[in-house]
């Protein structure tokens, strides 16, 4: 069975640093696209950093050059490496994966999310 697995959330002063992780399990050829989007209590779901198959990121306003997005197929891995962290980044941060299960099949998962506190 195909999952998307987060880690590396938690709690962190302003100013400091996280870097979540997505990890693809199950029968994966390659992870060819990525979002990792955030809900904040009482707001909706908004996407913060994007990757494309071709490697192109983009990012929310909010993030630009403070976050950074990547995959690494090796480990079947995506992260999301956040620095110089306030207070209005603190959310429930998901995952989502485009997904190559076979050479003919590929699709579009969800990981379960991970908690993003910063404060003092």
């Known amino acids: 069975q195909v999952q998307l697995v987060e880690s590396g959330g938690g709690l962190v002063q302003p100013g400091g640093s996280l870097r979540l992780s997505c990890a693809a399990s199950g029968s994966i050829f390659s992870i060819n696209s990525m979002g990792w989007y955030r809900q904040a209590p009482g707001k909706q779901r908004e996407l913060v950093a994007s990757?494309?198959?071709?490697?192109?990121?983009n990012y929310a306003d909010a993030v630009k050059g403070r976050f950074t997005i990547s995959i690494d197929n090796a480990k079947n891995t995506g992260y999301l490496q956040m620095n110089s962290l306030k207070p209005e980044d603190t959310a429930v941060y998901y995952c989502?994966?485009?997904?190559?299960?076979?050479?003919?099949?590929?699709?579009?998962?969800w990981g379960q999310g991970t908690q993003v506190t910063v404060s003092s």
């Open positions: 990757i494309t198959s071709g490697r192109s990121t």
């Open positions: 989502n994966a485009g997904l190559q299960t076979s050479r003919w099949r590929s699709g579009n998962y």
